[in-house]
């Protein structure tokens, strides 16, 4: 994959990787062996036909390819940048044993590119209208991909986001230089071109609850796909000191809101340039926070973690993307204390050595204190990235609405329908932080059952 040399895309947030040329992609197409029992396709969350549009690229029919994931897969620009392809499709590649996978996820986004370049999507036909009107809250993956494939059944979709801008994490979560915001707003116009009606800046269960929907405003059926971007802490001392942001805050202040491009864009975000810059946590979420601090030029960036690189649930390329932009990785480090001076603002963090136990219930070694191995680290700014729970705001205005014990949403695990019949329910705000491919899949199941639903002759409600 061309990138872009480390030592320049420090100081921008254009796209790190360039993407493949039709030279690049068909010489890697050629390296598929096109096995018969095809194993990356099980790898894969919604099942793309890998070998047959790996085929089609090896034949240089790079819109035919395009248009057969499309069949699985509704946004491939995206999920070739983002997705962790190494424990997914690729993971199951048999040249994977003795050599390098085929980079599936590479030719995915090549080939969606090329059919950006070329034309554009080709949008399916739509089936007759159906009268009937379904509502989706949240414009993350999980309720774009429902509510293109509702709209292509026939029903009137309107998507409700709370946000001024559409695209939920895709748009305030992951940056500019892994996930260019156009990539996403093109997606969104297919969307508005299938006649898909989108309300932002309504909070649902605030400005507008579920009955509400389904009574006076004459929706049929609900779909809730709000995600889980609700910030969890570590809960020790000193975590209300000034500068210590969580990952979300900070993220949706330089994505969504560019401060990067202060006093330009009318958003602040702290004073990170010659600053020691922290942030606690291994996932992506921790890896796009500090490399977004690099680009705010830092002069150090460090990324603290209790266990070893090993346990990172970060996608494999970001984290060597990080160690070529200069992050520093200071892993076995919990940390138990924030420390500030007498403003309130933070100085330090009170860390302690850890050492790696035996598995936890996930398989992961678990993290141990080591006695007597607390140290102080010098921070200007510290970023807490350790997961987020389900965002509340619909569960709290509905009581109909089970939720289990944590607050992610119940469904039947069949037909995603929630406790109140006709509401749906799919993606982060069900399973937890999950993935963009999973969100999109739990759409794309929702819709189904959805379009069951309201075809069937007694919908009860
Ligand atoms: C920083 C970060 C980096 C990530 N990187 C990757 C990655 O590289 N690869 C990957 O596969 N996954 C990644 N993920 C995870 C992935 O983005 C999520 O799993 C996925 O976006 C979940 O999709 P969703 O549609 O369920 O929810 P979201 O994308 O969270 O969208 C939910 C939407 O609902 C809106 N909403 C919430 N409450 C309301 C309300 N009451 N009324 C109206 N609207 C509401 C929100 O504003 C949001 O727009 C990352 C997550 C984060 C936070
Ligand atoms: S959607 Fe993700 S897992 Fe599936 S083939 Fe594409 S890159 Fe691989």
Do not use: W
């Amino acid at each position: 994959m061309p990138q872009q040399d480390p030592l320049i895309r420090k100081y921008n947030f254009e796209e790190v990787n360039q993407g493949l040329l039709v030279e690049l992609a068909t010489l890697e197409a050629e390296r598929c062996l096109d096995c018969s029992s095809s194993p990356c396709i099980q790898g894969c969350p919604v099942g793309v036909k890998i070998s047959e549009f790996i085929d089609l690229v090896r034949k240089k029919e790079f819109l035919k390819a395009a248009q057969k994931i499309r069949e699985d897969n509704v946004l491939p620009a995206i999920t070739g940048r983002v997705c962790p392809q190494e424990i997914q499709c690729e993971a199951s590649c048999v040249l994977g044993k003795n050599f390098e996978p085929v980079a599936i996820g590479y030719l995915e986004r090549f080939v969606a590119d090329y059919e950006k370049n070329h034309g554009g999507v080709v949008l399916p036909q739509l089936e007759e209208p159906t009268g009937k009107k379904v509502a989706i809250i949240g414009s993350g993956p999980a309720g774009l991909s429902a509510a293109g494939d509702l709209a292509l059944k026939g029903h009137s979709v309107t998507v409700y986001e709370a946000l001024h801008e559409l695209g939920g994490v895709l748009i305030y979560g992951i940056p500019e230089f892994r996930l260019p915001k156009s990539i996403v707003e093109d997606e969104i116009n297919n969307l508005r071109r299938l006649g898909i009606q989108f309300e932002t800046d309504i909070v649902v269960g605030k400005t507008v609850c579920i009955s509400e929907l389904m009574g006076e405003e004459g929706f049929d059926a609900v779909f809730i796909a709000t995600g889980a971007g609700l910030p969890k802490f570590l809960n020790i001392p000193g975590e209300d000191l000034k500068g210590v942001y969580s990952a979300n805050e900070f993220l949706t202040r330089v994505n969504l809101l560019k401060a990067y491009l202060f006093p330009d864009y009318d958003e602040p975000v702290y004073e990170t340039e010659g600053k020691v810059v922290a942030v606690i946590g291994g996932g992506n979420t921790a890896l796009d926070a500090i490399r977004t601090a690099v680009r705010l030029k830092a002069s150090k960036s460090i990324l603290i973690y209790r266990r070893t690189m090993t346990e990172m649930p970060a996608r494999k390329e970001e984290i060597e993307h990080a160690e070529e932009e200069g992050v520093l990785f200071q892993f076995l480090t919990q940390p138990l204390e924030f420390l500030g001076d007498h403003n309130g603002v933070l100085k330090a963090i009170r860390c302690q050595r850890m050492s790696l136990g035996p598995p936890d219930s996930m398989g992961r070694k678990s993290p141990v204190p080591i006695p007597d191995s607390e140290f102080i680290q010098e921070i200007d700014l510290c970023i807490v990235a350790l997961g987020n729970g389900a965002n509340p705001m619909v569960q709290s205005s509905d009581s109909k609405l089970k939720v289990d014990p944590r607050g992610y949403i119940k469904v039947n695990e069949d037909s995603l329908q929630t406790s109140i019949p006709g509401v749906f329910a799919g993606g982060d705000v069900v399973t937890g932080g999950a993935t963009v491919i999973l969100a999109m899949g739990a759409g794309r199941r929702a819709a189904r059952s959805i379009d069951k639903y309201l075809r069937s002759p007694t919908p009860t409600r």
